[in-house]
């Protein structure tokens, strides 16, 4: 069965400081992972995927994940906090193989704090 | 490009009672998803469809929720009867097809609140 677990359910930083919200996975295939940010009130958005490319991956708002298959992890990072990026982030699985159809597996959730 | 629309975008019912929630999804988009998240916890999968055909409902408590999409474009959820259990948000996302590809992105509607009181 695919899962994914967030180590954190509450993280806490400074503005200006780095941010690191972990997550690791479990999938008997080779996985599709993804970060979706939810600010309050709004949509979830997108904001990165690893689909077996590149295992540094970059995305928006100048945040980046490292897909490490030998750690099962897929941790999302970022050098510098802004009081915007405040929000609930979840990490995401999306199994391959033959059941492929695109179903999104959603981990509990990171609360993300930033103090100024 | 318009996003994914859905209404209400809040209800409040009582027990037992029935609701309905609508979604447009993204035009052109194949594939429809309803997801439930209760507070605290992430999104889960309800119902997928492809078109018109339903592709996984595997989690959706068929002996109270239904959902359709009679013409592959909008779709309708409904609850009925309604248990406090089902207090959460209602969120539709749409993707141009099926599969976890590169270029296969869900796009999220804003969702609907619902309290069952």
């Known amino acids: 069965a695919q899962s994914v677990t967030q180590l954190d359910s509450h993280v806490s930083v400074s503005e200006g400081t780095p941010v690191l919200l972990r997550c690791n996975y479990s999938s008997s295939y080779s996985p599709s992972l993804f970060w979706y940010v939810q600010h309050p009130n709004k949509g979830l958005q997108l904001l990165l995927k690893y689909t077996s490319a590149a295992t540094l991956v970059k995305g928006i708002n100048g945040f980046e994940a490292e897909f490490k298959k030998s750690e099962t992890s897929f941790h999302l990072t970022k050098p510098s906090a802004h009081m915007s990026d405040a929000a609930e982030y979840f990490c995401v699985v999306s199994p391959y193989g033959s059941s492929n159809t695109g179903k999104l597996i959603f981990g509990q959730g990171t609360t993300l704090q930033v103090k100024p | 490009e318009a996003g994914v629309a859905q209404s209400p975008r809040y209800k409040i019912i009582e027990k037992r009672q029935s609701v309905a929630f609508w979604c447009n999804p993204i035009?052109?988009?194949?594939?429809l998803y309803w997801y439930q998240q209760i507070l605290g916890q992430g999104p889960k999968l309800l119902i997928q469809?492809?078109?018109?055909?339903?592709?996984?409902d595997s989690q959706l408590p068929k002996d109270r929720f239904s959902a359709e999409r009679l013409k592959g474009v909008d779709s309708t959820l409904k609850i009925q009867p309604a248990k406090l259990e089902d207090s959460a948000v209602y969120l539709c996302?749409?993707?141009?097809?099926?599969?976890?590809?590169?270029?296969?992105?869900?796009?999220f509607g804003p969702g609907t609140r619902l309290t069952v009181l």
């Open positions: 035009s052109g988009h194949a594939t």
């Open positions: 996302a749409s993707s141009l097809e099926l599969g976890a590809g590169s270029y296969n992105e869900q796009f």
């Open positions: 469809f492809q078109n018109n055909g339903v592709v996984d």
